[in-house]
């Protein structure tokens, strides 16, 4: 892991907040530890097995994203322009525990284990309209198609794309 001060979360902030993410329709959840309006973004991200997030983009130069394993293992995915898996990288302890995903990449995550834990960062203003972009050839989260995506996306990573 690159030398980032991660923040201490106690194990039973850990579990309350998977325990919102299980509950919750998108079965995931964020403890944000920035402010409204702040240039740098720090947050945890507690994700489940079944999580499903829309493969997207972060459109600006500054917007590049880390995340740092804390609990887990997950695949990230990361997509050419038609949807195509062009590359697939597994955070696990045991092994790369972090990455960096440069700004207008189309990336998922797909989760290896029941749950994970994530710490995040990315620079730059936090606006919903311009934070991310979706593609038009995957399902937006929540449809009925969103699940069986999923289950495709898995398969890529079972047929190891990843490194």
Known sequence: MLDTKIPKIPEDQIQEFLNIAKRSD??????ILHSPGDVFNAAFN???NDSYMQPHLHPGAEKIEKIYLIRGKLAILFFGDRGQVEKCVV???EGEDMIEIPAFNWHTYVMLTDSVVTYETMMGVYEPQTWKSYPNWAPQEGTNSSAGYLDLLRKDVERSLCR
Do not use: N
């Open 46 to 48: 507690f994700m489940m």
């Open 26 to 31: 998108k079965r995931r959840c964020a403890k």
């Open 91 to 93: 955070l696990e302890k």
